[in-house]
Antibody
């Protein structure tokens, strides 16, 4: 069974750095057809891409947040870590990690999601 | 930057009715990277359709994706009670960027 589970602080203060960990099971982070993505969703709002590690191992992050985001993976621990610096109340959201699956000839889909972890930014 | 515009914002329908959801891209996109998700309150999104028209594993055949270029559609042939939710379209381009629409809420009339 494939699962992803996010972990990290529920509450952070403004200007602090947020570190979130996505622990995966049921597949390998070395799988050439699988990657991992971080997405967030502010309360009552739409989904927003943050950063990813593609199946071909390319890493990237949202242009608007690039200076604040770092994504990395530890294959031996089956973990993908996202750090976001200089947190602001506007960053309050549920943060999800999801598996990127590469479909033969049909692009990518996010086929398995973690349950999400809520993060509140407040002093 | 590609913008995905979903319409309508809210769709009020009764169980058994047909739902037609639209996703329009601001410029022509590669169909291979157009995806649809369903999200219910308090839950993570669920993959429905990838590559514009391919149902993901375990998705009932009442869900159908279609379209190309700039205009894409998700059709739910006969709504069941568990289908009332918010639906998002999403596109990946190789710049790389993942873009989501703002969603269409399908609610009970």
């Amino acid at each position: 069974q494939v699962t992803l589970k996010e972990s990290g602080p529920v509450l952070v203060k403004p200007t602090e750095t947020l570190t979130l960990t996505c622990t995966v099971s049921g597949f390998s982070l070395n799988n050439p057809r699988m990657g991992v993505i971080w997405i967030r969703q502010p309360p009552g709002k739409a989904l927003e891409w943050l950063a990813h590690i593609l199946p071909n191992d390319e890493q990237s992050s949202s242009t608007s947040l690039k200076s604040r985001l770092t994504i990395s993976k530890d294959t031996s621990k089956s973990q993908v870590v996202l750090t976001m610096t200089d947190m602001d109340p506007a960053d309050t959201a549920t943060y999800y990690c999801a598996r990127i699956r590469a479909y033969y000839g049909d692009g990518y889909g996010l086929d398995v999601w973690g349950q999400g972890t809520p993060v509140t930014v407040s002093s | 930057e590609i913008v995905l515009t979903q319409s309508p914002g809210t769709l009020s329908l009764s169980p058994g009715q047909r739902a037609t959801l639209s996703c329009r891209a601001s410029q022509s996109v590669d169909d291979s990277y157009l995806v649809w998700y369903q999200q219910k309150p308090g839950q993570a999104p669920r993959l429905l359709i990838y590559g514009a028209s391919n149902r993901a594993a375990g998705i009932p055949d009442r869900f159908r994706g279609s379209g190309s270029g700039t205009d894409f559609t998700l059709t739910i042939s006969r709504l069941e009670s568990e289908d009332f939710a918010v639906y998002y379209c999403q596109h990946f381009d190789t710049s790389p960027t993942w873009t989501f629409g703002l969603g269409t809420k399908v609610e009970v009339k």
